[in-house]
């Protein structure tokens, strides 16, 4: 068998990874723990109760496989920084198990990686930057501001003795030359930290119309309608970033041979959040991604010997 590592963390049965999304709490977190390696969040310092009313579109996955995408607009409900590491701690699982940290601040996000440095539970800390809820000393989404990036792992290497590697998750750039300015900066701290790239977040701004209730019925766009915006942004990344910081390829992935296509592009390893999430459970999930019929090529990739 293959042995799969990405940013810096072994995946013992094959290289995917439940996305930030599906796991917003640790009571979830738990479920999907027993069968795959997670990433749970994304977390801030203070509990957020989230948007009400209707926050996700469509309600099953017949139907969002169907259509070909997905529309939430949660407001990144969670339990906050302290509560989460409290009950993550209490997990036992052979998976690995990396925490998603938000800020409304620069700071925040530092106290995140601070609250989650010396877990013992926590392989990793994926610092999310997609996220169009946490604007607040960056009036920017952190994706669109290397400024406040480069001031983050800047502030990092002097403020924390970081233990875990790092992975940065970012919006999708339509500007190529966007996405290669933050590329050749986040180049800039590849000896300071273990580091991969994450991409891509859900594509902001999208109009759900009536279907979605907070911000007018913009939502965020996932599933298969961004999967090629998705692949693009890995092959943009690989062109650019050092070769020593792995790219872990996100979006519209709903079959095993999706995967094969975002390795193939260069990703080390993929994260999996709309499936999972319409899924509902492990064993709806998997049977979709390991359908016969569209994972050939992925069953023969993680039987290879590399």
């Known amino acids: 068998m293959p042995q799969w590592t990405a940013g810096g963390v072994r995946l013992p049965h094959g290289p995917y990874i439940i996305g930030a999304g599906v796991c917003k709490n640790p009571d979830t977190t738990e479920?999907?723990?027993?069968?795959?390696?997670?990433?749970?969040?994304?977390?801030?310092?203070?509990?957020?109760?989230?948007?009400?009313?209707?926050?996700?579109?469509?309600?099953?996955l017949e139907s969002f496989l169907?259509?070909?995408?997905?529309?939430n607009s949660y407001g990144m409900p969670n339990t906050g920084f302290q509560v989460a590491a409290k009950q993550l701690s209490k997990f036992r699982s052979e998976q690995p198990l990396i925490v998603s940290v938000a800020g409304f601040s620069i700071d925040e996000y530092i106290e995140g990686v601070q609250t989650f440095n010396n877990?013992?539970?926590?392989?990793?800390?994926?610092?999310?930057?997609?996220?169009?809820?946490?604007?607040?000393?960056?009036?920017?989404?952190?994706?669109?501001?290397p400024g406040a990036v480069r001031k983050l792992?800047?502030?990092?290497?002097?403020?924390?003795?970081?233990?875990?590697?790092?992975?940065?998750?970012?919006?999708?750039?339509?500007n190529p030359a966007e996405l290669k300015r933050?590329?050749?900066?986040?180049?800039?701290?590849?000896?300071?930290?273990?580091?991969?790239v994450v991409?891509?977040?859900?594509?902001?701004?999208?109009?759900?119309g009536d279907v979605v209730d907070p911000n007018n019925g913009l939502s965020g766009l996932s599933g298969p309608a961004i999967k090629e915006i998705a692949r693009g942004q890995v092959r943009w990344f690989k062109?650019?970033?050092?070769?020593?910081i792995?790219?872990?390829?996100?979006?519209?992935?709903?079959?095993?041979?999706?995967?094969?296509?975002?390795?193939?592009?260069?990703?080390?390893?993929?994260?999996?959040?709309s499936l999972p999430f319409w899924a509902g459970n492990p064993s709806d999930f998997f049977r979709q991604l390991m359908d016969t019929n569209t994972s050939s090529r992925f069953i023969e990739r993680l039987t290879d010997d590399i």
């Open 66 to 71: 169907e259509i070909g995408f997905g529309l």
């Open 153 to 174: 792992l800047e502030m990092l290497c002097v403020t924390v003795e970081v233990k875990k590697p790092i992975w940065l998750k970012f919006s999708p750039f339509s």
């Open 31 to 60: 479920i999907w723990l027993q069968v795959a390696p997670v990433v749970s969040g994304s977390y801030t310092a203070e509990t957020r109760a989230g948007n009400p009313g209707r926050v996700v579109y469509p309600q099953t």
């Open 119 to 145: 877990h013992t539970r926590v392989s990793a800390i994926e610092l999310n930057f997609g996220c169009p809820n946490t604007q607040g000393d960056h009036p920017d989404i952190m994706s669109f501001n």
């Open 199 to 208: 991409t891509c977040n859900t594509f902001p701004n999208a109009y759900a």
């Open 182 to 196: 933050m590329a050749l900066l986040v180049n800039k701290f590849a000896e300071d930290y273990t580091l991969a």
């Open 239 to 244: 062109a650019n970033l050092d070769p020593a």
């Open 246 to 273: 792995d790219i872990i390829g996100v979006g519209g992935i709903t079959t095993g041979d999706d995967i094969v296509d975002f390795l193939d592009d260069g990703a080390k390893a993929v994260q999996l959040t």
